[in-house]
């Protein structure tokens, strides 16, 4: 099984995309609901944090050997 799917941030109803997005891979990997939940609040804390600091970015999200992968991108200012 092998799935990618990048989306942009630009926006906080970007981040409810990518969490469905997220949802609907664990739910086709068969993830228990509890690590589930867990990836939904990894999805929020990277998007809310990338239009924070960054204003713009994106994640992938990737499904390979039964495994999520999540990558978060952007240009922001790094740490002072």
């Given amino acids: 099984m092998k799935s990618q799917a990048k989306f942009i941030i630009e926006d906080p109803?970007?981040?409810g995309e990518i969490r469905r997005a997220a949802s609907s891979y664990c739910e086709d990997l068969?993830?228990?609901q509890t690590f589930c939940g867990k990836v939904a609040i990894v999805i929020n804390e990277l998007g809310s944090n990338v239009?924070?600091?960054a204003k713009v970015g994106e994640i992938i999200l990737s499904v390979e050997?039964?495994?999520l992968h999540i990558l978060c991108l952007d240009k922001g200012p790094g740490m002072g």
């Fill in 65 to 67: 050997d039964y495994a």
């Fill in 51 to 53: 239009l924070k600091h």
């Fill in 13 to 15: 109803s970007h981040i």
């Fill in 30 to 32: 068969e993830f228990d």
